[in-house]
């Protein structure tokens, strides 16, 4: 049985998307994103479940932060969750002043909670079964949460399906230290992250050596270096697999404008959407390709 790290504490969405990719197998809810890869880092668990981008507010920056720093992880596998919470609150409890969870999912709440507890005072905790904790210890009176939260801890179900934006969505990410990719399936997506150089175009470089090959991105990010004020890593994720000619000719591309590139993994989506492949920019266009200037250069062709 593999043993899963996830953002927890038991409870959070992060546990669902865990439970969804990899069923049966055990596992260990920990504090935050920066601990659930460092077990992995340093061998507490095989793998980690994470959540890497949310449909209404976007990125989730810690997560950026974790998978550049330290020893290299790559995702294997994604799930996209429907994000609708419910509010939890103590049995019996009085007047709600303060209302607590993950500031994504505050973000995801505010006008319902203007609208329904408009007197309460919002607070970050570390996630949203985080949250339903403190109100167990009487440190917030409501906890903004996923659903499941309601079955882990003895809180009364105050509203359900809340949700400003009705069809939120997040991604999350199974990461796991380098080994045996995924087989591509066609419906794939590949990640890095680039440190460029810090000069005038660069970035335009990466993005024109992905499309000058057919590649669509999927998601774009940049997150300050934290060394020098004004230096970012651009997080690229773009369709295809790095198993394909295409995407391998891509990254080696990609590489030649790098200080550094880390591969984050090429895994199936969880959306199934097919890569999108431009006239002559197909594997087996590139493949023919790389007959025919071999062929050149053996001297076969004029
Ligand atoms: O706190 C949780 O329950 C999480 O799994 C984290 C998280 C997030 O980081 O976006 C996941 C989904 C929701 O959008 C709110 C919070």
């Given at each position: 049985m593999s043993r899963i790290a996830y953002?927890?504490?038991?409870?959070t969405f992060t546990e669902q998307a865990a439970r969804a990719l990899a069923p049966g197998e055990e596992l260990i809810p920990v504090e935050t994103v920066r601990q659930a890869l460092t077990t992995v880092r340093e061998g507490g668990a095989d793998a980690a479940c994470v959540p890497i981008e949310n449909s209404v507010e976007g990125v989730v920056p810690a997560t950026l932060d974790a998978l550049s720093e330290s020893t290299a992880l790559v995702a294997v596998a994604e799930a996209i969750l429907p994000i609708h919470f419910s509010v939890l609150t103590r049995?019996?409890?009085?007047?709600?002043?303060t209302v607590a969870s993950h500031p994504h999912a505050l973000a995801q709440v505010r006008e319902w909670l203007e609208a329904n507890l408009p007197g309460a005072h919002p607070v970050a905790s570390s996630s949203t079964s985080a949250a339903a904790v403190g109100v167990l210890d009487g440190e917030f009176d409501a906890a903004v949460c996923a659903p499941v939260a309601a079955e882990h801890y003895?809180?009364?179900?105050?509203?359900?399906?809340?949700?400003?934006?009705?069809?939120a969505a997040t991604r999350f990410l199974l990461v796991r230290p380098p080994g045996e990719l995924p087989e591509p399936t066609g419906a794939d997506r590949t990640s890095v992250v680039a440190a460029a150089?810090?000069?005038?175009?660069t970035l335009a470089e990466l993005l024109t050596a992905l499309a000058d090959r057919g590649i669509n991105l999927t998601r774009l990010d940049a997150r300050p270096t934290?060394?020098?004020?004004?230096e970012y890593r651009f997080f690229i994720d773009f369709e295809?697999?790095?198993?394909?000619p295409r995407i391998l000719d891509a990254l080696t591309a990609l590489r030649r404008h790098c200080r550094n590139l880390r591969f984050l993994g090429s895994h199936p989506r969880a959306d199934g959407i097919r890569s999108t492949v431009e006239a002559g920019a197909g594997n087996d266009d590139f493949v023919e390709a790389a007959v025919w200037a071999d062929a050149v250069r053996k001297g076969e062709l004029a």
């Open positions: 953002f927890g504490p038991r409870g049995h019996g409890g009085g007047e709600i002043r003895d809180l009364e179900v105050l509203a359900t399906e809340v949700a400003d934006v009705g069809d150089v810090n000069r005038t175009g934290r060394s020098n004020f004004g295809g697999h790095v198993a394909e």
